[in-house]
DNA sequence: AAACAGATTGAGAACCGTTGTCAAACCGAG
DNA sequence: CTCGGTTTGACAACGGTTCTCAATCTGTTT
C-alpha cells in the first residue's frame, strides 16, 4: 500500500463544509448548494421542487433526510409555519425576521436587535440556555388592502 | 358549513361565555369544560381522547372545529410543537408568549410589551395592515441542562 | 484495478394529524 | 309541531413527513 496517489483529478467540492458526519454525495452536495440561493425559509418541498427546476434530481425522501442531517448538524435553521409545515434556510450570522404579507407573501426582511437582547435577557431570567426563537409577523400588504 | 356569521344575538340566556359566535351545543360545552380540567398545552387529539374518558363521546372532527372555533375567537391559545402539531389550551386575555424548554416542554408565559409596540411599528413602516404575529422562544431549561 | 461491506438513494407505501363530505340529528323560532 | 339553518359524526380525503427495502454508489481493502 505505497500507492497513495493522490490523482489531481479535483472534481469540484471544496464548497462550505459537506454534510457533517456523512458522505459528501451528489445529493447532499445539491440540497446544500440549493440552501446558498436563497435567504429566507422555504419548505421541504418547495427546496425539492427548486432543486428539480435546476436539472438536479433529487428523491424527495432524500431532500429530506438531508435537511434532517443539516438541521441536526446545526447547518441550517428549521422552523415551522402556521400551518405546521417545517421551513428551512441556511443558518445565518445575520440573524433576520420577516414580516411577510398573508395575501401575496411579499417578505420583507426585518432585524430587530432589541428583540434579540430582549429574548436573551428574559430567557436567562428564567436560567434558559441555548436560546433560540421564532418570530414572524404576518399582515396584509399595502397592495393587497 | 358555509355561514358562520354571529347569531342575531341571544337575548338573556349567556352566563359564562359559551362559544363565541355559535350555539352552546353539547358538544361545544364539553369541550369548553374539558379546557378547564389543565393549564398545560394539549393537542386535539388528547383533548379528544380526555374526553372519551369523561364519558362525554364528543366527535373528533368536532373537537378540531370546536378548537379552532375557540381560537379564532381568542378564547384559546394555540402554538405549534416542534413537531409541527396543534396544542391549545384555555388563555388569559392579554397576549403573551411562550418560554419552551425544548427537552422537557416546561412553559413559562412571557410578555413584552416592547415587542408588540416594535412588530406594529415595523409593519406600519412598511405599508402592512391588519398584524399579527408569531413568537417562540426554546431554550433549554435550568433542570435539562 | 476488482471486490467488499456498509452507507445512501429513490419510488412508493405507510403514517399521522387535520380537514372535507354529507346525510342524519338537533336547535330555536314561528 | 314544523321549518330552515346549524351542528354533528363516521369516514374519506389530504398533505406533509417518515419508513421500507431493493438497487446503487462510495471509500477502503485486497
Redesign the pocket.
Known sequence: ?T?TDRSPDTPDIQRSAP?A????????LA?ANVLDSFDDFR???EIHALLGTKGE?????????????LADAGEVDVL??E?????YRRCSDTHHHHLVCRTCGATVEVEGPAVERWTKSIAAEHGYRDISHTLEIFGTCASCS
Chains 1, 2 share one sequence.
Open positions: 500500500m500507492n454534510v458526519g456523512g458522505r459528501p454525495t451528489k445529493q447532499r440540497v419548505s421541504a418541498q434530481n433529487v428523491g424527495l425522501a432524500t431532500v429530506y433526510r438531508t435537511l434532517q442531517l415551522r409555519t400551518e405546521g409545515e417545517a421551513a
